[in-house]
């Protein structure tokens, strides 16, 4: 099966600095791709939707400034968490999706902010 | 409003078979993802129905009635190493995936 790769898979930053994650397809074009949170015991949350050379949409209460996304190709995604803080602490995971039946994953990126 | 419904646990035996239901109630409907995630890892892609019936790969079937918003998540010959939690998402009109919470899979020898 097609295959996405998400890095790092864990990191741990300061308070008040910004990690990136990125998120690469890496034997297909991902014409979308996906951004979710997962918090201890709950289900995936969407954060955004990106697709390829246009702004990311986000969805209700994720903050832009905050949770920047940039998709500058067809196989390359980044989350960039910006002033990190502990409660930015989570289980972040990206998908890809090159038609609308299947959605490959990320191996997930577990951020700790100390 | 959309809604995935699913247990929160089940527990199950090794050897055994166990179903899991997902009712769905969703604006518009692009098919059906069942994924598996193991504790602090990204869910695994387990299967995909758009249209009723039963879909079977290997020891994993999935059930899809479109006309009841329901599916199952059927496996059988259970192992240790399927405990897990199983994921129901549910792709609206735009193709955007509805997440259940999960439930989670305790198999017992």
């Known amino acids: 099966g097609a295959v996405v790769s998400q890095h790092p898979s864990r990191v741990i930053c300061k308070s008040g600095t910004s990690v990136k994650i990125e998120c690469r397809s890496l034997?297909?074009?991902?014409?979308?791709m996906f951004w979710y949170r997962q918090f201890p015991k709950k289900s995936l949350m969407l954060m955004a939707t990106s697709n390829e050379g246009s702004k990311a949409t986000y969805e209700q209460g994720v903050e832009k400034d905050k949770f920047l996304i940039n998709h500058a190709s067809l196989t390359l995604s980044t989350l960039t968490v910006t002033s990190a803080h502990p409660e930015d602490s989570s289980f972040y995971i990206c998908?890809?999706?090159?038609?609308?039946?299947?959605?490959?994953f990320g191996q997930g990126t577990r951020l700790t902010v100390v | 409003g959309q809604n995935i419904d699913q247990p929160t646990e089940m527990t199950a035996t090794e050897g055994a078979i166990v179903q899991i239901n997902c009712t769905y109630q969703t604006s518009g409907f692009n098919g059906l993802f069942w994924y598996q995630q193991h504790a602090g890892e990204a869910p695994t892609f387990l299967s995909y129905n758009v249209l009723d019936g039963l879909e079977e790969k290997g020891r994993f079937s999935s059930f899809l009635s479109r006309s009841k918003g329901y599916s199952y998540l059927l496996l059988k010959e259970l192992q240790m190493k399927d405990s897990a939690s199983y994921l129901c998402a549910v792709s609206d009109s735009n193709y955007q995936l509805i997440w259940g919470a999960g439930t989670k899979l305790i198999i017992k020898p």
């Open positions: 034997d297909f074009q991902a014409t979308t």
């Open positions: 998908s890809a999706a090159d038609r609308v039946t299947e959605a490959f």
